[in-house]
């Protein structure tokens, strides 16, 4: 009987291995004519930001004829599974990998292996620490983290200043360097932070805290927070007690239920990302340098705040 | 896809399948392996980022994986807890102890030769593989050559009676989820290599990957069925599959539920092999 | 489920409770313990079922994501603009078809119930995706809002729900012959099924419950947040487990009662809200959470040893959650 489970195990294996070489030889055979073929990384699907990162690579690989496959790890935010994906793509032989490092340090040997094989890689997004990367594109979210944090406390003027942050999931580069950034605004301000913790980048906890800081601190004045979904989640948690018109609360990333909050005057501001521009630059980055174009190391994209302002522009 | 990808990275996987599928066959379970990995994970970059020697490193991150996995063991041979609620317990203390240690950061070293443990190749075999490789064949000589094997079996069949034998039943218990911390900590390890950091939630979601490599292999969850060849060879077959969902080109949604469909399919699979029969071993 | 190990609970309950306020005296504000009730409405809907689930011998990981699958699908029909009823009914509905594909898979294919719902959830989990397109669906009409956001004379909706629940469930495990079933099939299905009980009809059932207050709860948490997304709960499952443990469930079935499971939704929501008001790091929330299990699984079996025959006992842990 043993031998019989052997040999099935063994069937699976090779059935498998035979789909999956089918299914890669199709694919070329198909597009045979295309300008390039690269791969396309994002951290995570638990957040619209990387759908639409997906759609803004695709755009560019159809404006530029490229084919390209994108992907995601399953389990979320894991740079292993990312680094799985890079050694694929070297082995297949694409001409270059766009990933978003789910961590700056943790992808650098996926980057050093691509870079033995003569491969292009360029990370939109968020920067890696090491390798050697064609191009860095996108809004450093310190940076961005700091401009939401400084707008806020300057409109609330000079005495107005106890400060909540809601942090990312713990252990994610975005969120740490979204806090870090924050925190320098909030210093250079000499405001009062009251507390900070995590709602792990998800609207239900962002609640849950909230609700639950709400009764701790009988005077805030801002809720700085790493997403908005977390944004929007403390807002019902304020809105539920009435407080919404003493603290104002501010998000990060441009989501369109966020923009529609800032129409409403419940979200003050938050950091456009533009994730489909930044895919998008990843994907022209990476064509020009198969072209042997020399390309900036570092493209800087405006992070603009998204305030009641200039909603308008945004929603169209 | 290719067969040097399948086995670097099926090893984390495989090695954690082998372990928990000797506390399976004992009738136990240890949700811990994959906290653990993150912990070690941590652990080591931490000491190899204030300097540490390698080897001291290595040697840390598993005597703090089998500090748990002794600490697990004891409560579930001597308290008599159920090992579900007690792995349930130091899975949640020890993804908090990652975290807390850190402060919610990525660790890192300047590189050396520890890097190069997860790049190197023996014979177009992924070192990392070969290690798993040396482990599965100790277990195997464990299983079918020592004394100890047998009484794995036996206690996940009959505990009462092997105890009533004279066997010690608690000590050998503790070796069992002793054994998994280990295996966890070498799990821990080889992903701290490959991702050459240190971070605290590399790890989330393994025990679970795990379990259920073990029991589409065969393991029952009852206990004293099994072999934990088939565990390890499932665990690689797993891997393939889900990893070949993504270069097939689903996206993700569809390739979870190409997931779901790969481990219910598995798990029929080996239900209709059961029928006809299983192997002693 | 004996009554002194609900005393223990409560009683560690009522300490941290008084521990939490001595520290910090907001704790005690009414408007703050009517928010404890509230977030812990929603995960004890979700304990509710994992208890039932849990009774039988089984577990479910999959509530979570039947959560998402059901309140997305929910969404968008009410975005299309079908009638409130109709989308709760499709949510309930979708949860219930869940919970019996759970309960088919593990009497009748025999697939353990822990591979069975851990491959549902990545299912359902991916269902919701390709429903939703990775979107999330916001903004609903106040009266459906109403069921999260609610007040009746003070008291929260969820709130109300989750006790109307507790009540009916109770009178259900208490006082009928189904109740005594799930009993009886998690302390032995072999004997449940020698007397004649239909073992597979209770299993399926029990899932189908579970799958179907993942529903309600989703329902619930829609409205709370206005919004509904493919990603939300991928802790639920193992929160609900911690909370159901904590609350002295046997985790391989047989013994154990809601009341508990409330005591130990309470206990994890206290600690949760005690950190947040004290400012202690999140990090360690998992932390105490893990210590707390450890200790008061630990303090019942000295408690009961204490005064009841160990051997009994050793008998009945033999079972596991495979049978």
Known sequence: MTKKIIILFLALLFVGAILMAGGAKETKVEKAALFAKMIFIVKSMDNPFWDSMIEGAKEAAKDLNIEIDALAPIKPYNVEEQLRFMEEGITKGVDAI??????????VPGIEKANAAGIIVVTPNTKAAGGNVVTWDGAANFDAGYEVAKYILSELGGTRKKVIYLEGTPGNQTAYDRKEGAMKAIKEANATLLASQTAKFSRIEGQNVMENLLQQFPEIDCVITGNDEMALGAIEAIDATGRLDEIKVTGFDGNNDAKRAIKEGRLMVTGDQRPDAQAYWGVVAAAMALKGMPCPKEIYLPAPLITKHNIDQYLK | MNLKNILLHSS????????MSLVMLTNGIDLSVG???SLVSIVTAGLLGSKFGVLFAIFSGILTASFFGIFSGIIISRIKLPPFIVTLGTMVITASLALVLCGGETLYWEKNWFNTIALKYFFGVPILFCIVSIFFILIMLLIHYTSFGSYIYGIGSNEEALRLCGVKVKLYKTLVYLLSGCFASVAGIMLTSRIASGNPIIGMGYEFEAIAAAAIGGISFIGGKGNPAFAF??????TML????????FTTPWQYCGIGAILVFGMFLNRILAKVSLPER | MRRNDILLRFALLIILAILIFLVNPNFGKPANLINILRQGALLYILAIGMTIVILTGGIDLSNGAVLALSSCVAAIAMERGLPIMVGIIISLAIGMICGFVNGVLVTQVKIPPFITTFAMMYFARGLAYIFSHGRIIYGFEKSFRFIGTGNIFGIPMPVIFSLLLLFIFYIVLE??????????VGSNSESSRLVGINVKKVRIIAYLLSGFLSAFAGLIYTARLNAAEPVVGASFPLDAIAAVI????????????LFGSAIGVLICTVIINGMNLMGISSLWQQFVIGSIILIIITTQTYTKSAKINIPIL??????SFEK
């Open chain 3, 246 to 257: 904590i609350g002295g469930t046997s985790i391989v079935g047989g013994e154990g009662n």
């Open chain 2, 242 to 249: 889900t990893n070949g969902l993504g270069l097939m080109g």
């Open chain 3, 314 to 319: 050793r008998s009945r842990k033999i079972e």
């Open chain 2, 233 to 238: 060879l499932s665990a690689v077959t797993i």
């Open chain 1, 98 to 107: 766009i990933v978003v490092p789910a961590d700056s340090r943790g992808i």
């Open chain 3, 175 to 184: 006082y009928t012959s189904f109740g005594v079933n799930i009993y009886a």
């Open chain 2, 12 to 19: 984390a996987l495989a090695i954690l399948a082998l372990g």
């Open chain 2, 35 to 37: 906290s653990l990995v």
